[in-house]
């Protein structure tokens, strides 16, 4: 059960190659992430794209936002939230980073990490995201792409993280960020790399089902009323 929700969407061609090599590889599904300017367009081509991907993978879209600005951040997630099955932000700075985990609406806070010294989460932010469900993804490109002294800085925060999330149990998630085929691996491999920066195999396949949770909890998030409170048919 091996979920990625963070593959780069990007022409429909380059969309099929990728989809192709991640299910040649043992990936079971995919989302493509797209930021708040591309996002209306890729939905244009989704049904074209699921006809070319039938019986081969099965996708859907994140719509990733991009951005410092906390009202836009949150203008885009009212605006998208039911046509996306899944909404991630980008993180790196701090308010940025409070502002997503503090937001019961949005799914993920995508490297939090990004372009600091440190991990961008500390006890308060990620009590926050335990109690608002907000997922924190750990991207493998970001090791992938990143050599010597960047690379082990990267590697130093993830682990910060993982000590955060064994004592606080937030939603956690590993994705490839992959924008070309030459960026995606084999699940044994990619695992393989987690479980060197200090994941254990278990946590490992708890994020993909954590993955796989969030796609479940959006595609039933209009029959919620409340948090744990979900609408149901009268039907017999």
């Not at 099965?58 to 719509?63: A, C, E, G, S």
């Not at 590993?174 to 995606?184: G, M, Q, T």
């Not at 744990?228 to 039907?235: A, N």
């Amino acid at each position: 059960m091996f979920f990625d929700l963070n593959i780069k969407g990007s022409s429909l061609e380059n969309n099929i190659k990728l989809a192709i090599q991640a299910s040649n590889y043992g990936w079971k599904h995919i989302n493509f992430s797209y930021n708040q300017k591309k996002f209306k367009e890729a939905l244009d081509m989704k049904d074209i794209l699921k006809e070319s991907l039938n019986d081969i993978i099965d996708f859907d879209y994140t719509l990733e936002i991009n951005s410092t600005n906390v009202n836009e951040i949150r203008k885009h997630v009212n605006n998208f939230r039911q046509r996306a099955s899944c909404i991630s932000v980008v993180g790196g700075d701090l308010k940025v980073n409070r502002a997503v985990l503090e937001n019961i609406r949005v799914d993920v806070l995508s490297a939090p990490y990004l372009n600091r010294y440190d991990s961008g989460l500390n006890h308060v932010l990620a009590k926050e995201a335990v109690k608002n469900n907000v997922a924190i993804e750990l991207c493998f490109k970001d090791i992938l792409r990143t050599y010597l002294s960047p690379r082990a800085k990267v590697i130093s925060n993830f682990r910060d993280i993982y000590a955060l999330y064994r004592k606080f149990d937030f939603p956690l998630i590993l994705s490839s960020k992959a924008e070309s085929v030459f960026d995606i691996r084999t699940t044994h491999d990619f695992a393989s790399v987690f479980i060197e920066t200090g994941l254990t195999a278990d946590e490992i396949a708890r994020s993909f089902q954590t993955s796989k949770d969030i796609l479940e909890f959006n595609r039933n998030r209009g029959d919620f009323i409340l948090k744990g409170v979900r609408r149901v048919s009268d039907e017999a």
